[in-house]
């Protein structure tokens, strides 16, 4: 047990069962959700004894700001990995790195030649070619009259483009190797819940020599092994010195250089390669088909979309990144979409040093939980939290750059801080386009009334129930060229 600091003590908790502690509430249902009820009871900080090591959790957008504003590189860490050797959330990943010299080294890298401002400007062409790609294939279901699951075109549509970034070319759908990347994303996300529960409980039970779900990680681990060790040996056959290095060939010249600032192995590159496409693929489909659904359900919505898209864009051409800055309603639309439905619902953080929040103690090297759902749903921030209302997020009261900040600290999609999500900009970008293409180029069909909003259970990644399944029907007849340029 933690004694209290000073006459501080933890913050408040529920009554704890002898030896499991709390475990039973964090693996009841849906977490997020229990969490938030929990909080509803024990207040926006509370912690959880998972057997005997105390988690902290934070529910309301005051105290996330509260955390971000004043302790924010104290929580700048991450935990220690569950099982070291795997690629996915292993010791080599980026994800899992300690705020430190490595961690510096590689967002360095990351922002210099794919997320920064000046990588997505050189990177537009290969996004613009997957637009006209995307479109391409919905329009081809739509007169085949067959049914679209856009959470599936979403995924090769984000997949396609982030693997085109960082190593130069999209993966390989004939010899079934994209294929293969899309299913190791989807079963890595699927098991996120399983690797979030290894990372709480890895403290007491790795004294006993015992790691949960070993056997399903590192099958991950192996499968995306094979077909990374494929890719790195091909990247380096093809090195010639007409091409632009990207990501993987500045990586790889790192990974030979014995005087470079930080010495990384092919190890490093592989688990940043899964970091990357876990990170950014599989959350653009969850953030898609939930904004696309809350869009069917709500006319309105879509109506105002199509009005706004239209007067911008007009009916000639497609809509294309650079007309995103002059369409503020569909910016808002993506940005209600990630409020609501967060796909990160709770990101873990961890203490380095003890410290003391809202008059409670928080040792060091104690887990802390954001749990992103309840703070963007924080009836104290938001007005009708649980209601879909871009227009929100339509001049949005800012008298100056500390408003701006303040208000971002409360809206937390992304994370906060230097932790934070560093692919936002491309999110906003993949989103943003791909809904875009579907409003502005079709109407849909839903086989019920409304999209059924339910989410899976025991998702960490907040997944729909039921895959979003539509039936396109060709939008206005005036929208001919849309329609025959992608013949
Ligand atoms: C809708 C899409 C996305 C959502 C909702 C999302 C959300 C998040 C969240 C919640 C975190 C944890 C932040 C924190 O601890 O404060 C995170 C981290 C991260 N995301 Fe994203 N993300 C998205 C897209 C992307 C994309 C497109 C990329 C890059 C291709 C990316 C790369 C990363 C990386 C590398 C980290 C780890 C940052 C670190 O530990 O320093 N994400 N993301």
Request: glycine fraction near 6%; charge should be neutral; include cysteine.
């Amino acid at each position: 047990m933690i004694k209290p600091k000073d006459g501080f003590e933890l913050p408040p908790s529920p009554p704890t069962l002898p030896i499991i502690g709390h475990l039973h509430l964090l693996l009841s249902g849906s977490t997020h959700k229990s969490l938030q009820k929990l909080s509803s009871r024990y207040g926006p900080l509370f912690h959880l004894n998972i057997f005997s090591v105390p988690v902290i959790f934070v529910s309301s957008a005051s105290v996330a700001y509260e955390i971000f504003r004043e302790h924010e590189v104290n929580f700048s860490l991450r935990g220690t990995p569950p099982i070291d050797e795997s690629l996915l959330v292993g010791s080599f990943g980026f994800f899992t790195a300690p705020y430190g010299g490595y961690w510096k080294f590689m967002k360095k890298q990351m922002v210099t030649k794919l997320l920064g401002p000046q990588a997505l400007e050189r990177s537009r062409g290969i996004r613009g070619y997957e637009r006209e790609g995307f479109h391409a294939s919905l329009l081809d279901k739509a007169v085949k009259n067959e049914s679209v699951e856009i959470g599936k075109e979403e995924m090769k549509f984000a997949n396609n483009i982030i693997c085109k970034m960082i190593m130069g070319r999209s993966c390989n759908e004939e010899n079934g190797e994209a294929e293969r990347v899309r299913d190791l994303v989807a079963e890595s996300t699927a098991l996120t819940m399983m690797i979030f529960v290894a990372n709480m409980f890895q403290r007491p039970l790795k004294k006993l020599g015992i790691t949960l779900f070993r056997k399903e990680i590192m099958s991950v681990s192996h499968r995306f092994n094979e077909v990374l060790e494929r890719i790195l040996e091909e990247h380096e056959r093809k090195k010639d010195n007409y091409h632009d290095m990207d990501l993987m060939d500045v990586l790889l010249e790192t990974c030979r250089d014995e005087t470079a600032e930080y010495r990384i192995t092919r190890n490093h590159i592989k688990s940043l390669f899964v970091d990357l496409v876990i990170a950014g693929s599989d959350t653009s489909r969850h953030a898609t088909q939930w904004t696309m659904a809350e869009i069917i359900n709500n006319p309105n919505v879509l109506e105002r979309l199509r009005e706004e898209i239209g007067s911008v864009v007009g009916k000639t051409r497609l809509v294309q990144e650079s007309d995103l800055q002059n369409l503020p309603y569909l910016q808002a639309t993506v940005k209600e979409g990630l409020r609501l439905h967060p796909p990160g619902a709770l990101f873990a953080r961890s203490s380095r040093e003890g410290c003391k929040i809202r008059g409670f103690y928080i040792p060091e090297n104690t887990p802390l939980v954001v749990n992103v759902y309840a703070v963007m749903r924080d009836p104290d921030t938001w007005e009708d939290p649980n209601e879909f209302k871009p227009e929100r997020f339509l001049g949005f009261p800012c008298s100056g750059q500390q408003d701006e900040r303040d208000h971002a600290l409360k809206y937390i999609p992304f994370g906060s801080g230097r932790r934070g999500c560093p692919g936002s900009n491309l999110a906003y970008i993949i989103v943003g386009t791909a809904i875009g293409v579907m409003v502005q180029c079709f109407d849909w069909k839903i086989k019920a009334d409304e999209v059924d909003m339910e989410e899976a259970p025991r998702a960490l990644v907040l997944t729909m129930a039921d895959h979003l399944s539509v039936f396109l029907l060709l939008a206005p007849a005036d929208s001919k060229f849309l329609t025959w340029r992608c013949h």
